[in-house]
């Protein structure tokens, strides 16, 4: 069975601090898909980033990082000098690959709720 | 253009009635989802269909049936609403296991 798993309930920082998201998954499949989504206060759930399990390359968008490790089956979120617009509910996802009746689920964790501070 | 779009945003009803929530994506997806938020954010899948055709019903009580009438819709109805009903639906489609786009929620609250 596929688990996702937040383990920071809560992170409050000071603008322009950076801040990490960790998350942790555990699957049995080869192949599986990572993702995270932002829910701002507004309550939208929007895409950031997939990462597929052949994949270990870290991955940069403005600022933005990602850093995947098989090896602790970690997915970890950095978000550099942090700003108030950054404020939301970050969550992590797994979706396995081996289809049949679970094909597409994705399998979120318990979120981190991100408050920055002007 | 909304990718994914869902109606209504708000929902308040009384416990024992009927209601449903409507779905509708252009982005000419094969799968579409129901998930649940419950009031500790927590995501959970309820169903998919790929095609029209059900994939996932992940043990939700038969009072919520979903209806697919083609690839781009995806309607929820719920029979009966409980207070534990409460909660946020979301709709979503996806390519595969490419990633999920997902309507903006469905505030549902039973009185």
């Known amino acids: 069975a596929q688990k996702v798993t937040q383990a920071q309930t809560e992170i409050s920082v000071v603008e322009k601090e950076d801040v990490t998201l960790d998350c942790v998954y555990e699957t049995r499949d080869t192949t599986y898909y990572l993702f995270w989504y932002k829910q701002p206060p507004s309550g939208e759930l929007v895409f950031l980033i997939r990462?597929?399990?052949?994949?270990?390359q870290n991955e940069i968008s403005g600022r933005y990082s990602w850093n995947f490790q098989k090896s602790t089956s970690s997915f970890n979120f950095t978000i550099t000098a942090s700003q108030v617009v950054d404020s939301a509910v970050y969550f992590c996802?797994?979706?396995?690959?081996?289809?049949?009746?679970?094909?597409?689920?994705?399998?979120f964790g318990q979120g981190t709720i991100l408050t920055v501070h002007p | 253009d909304t990718a994914v779009s869902q109606t209504p945003k708000y929902l308040v009803t009384q416990m024992g009635n009927d209601k449903s929530i409507k779905c509708e994506q252009n982005?000419?997806?094969?799968?579409m989802y129901w998930y649940k938020q419950d009031s500790k954010k927590f995501l959970k899948i309820m169903f998919s269909y790929n095609n029209k055709e059900l994939i996932i019903n992940e043990t939700v009580p038969n009072r919520f049936s979903p209806k697919s009438p083609d690839k781009a819709h995806l309607n929820l109805h719920i029979n009966s609403l409980e207070l534990g009903d409460s909660a946020v639906y979301f709709c979503a489609s996806s390519r595969g296991h490419i990633e999920a786009f997902f309507g903006q929620g469905t505030r549902l609250t039973v009185v």
């Open positions: 990462r597929n399990s052949f994949d270990e």
């Open positions: 982005l000419g997806h094969d799968t």
């Open positions: 996802a797994l979706s396995e690959a081996s289809g049949g009746t679970s094909y597409g689920k994705l399998t």
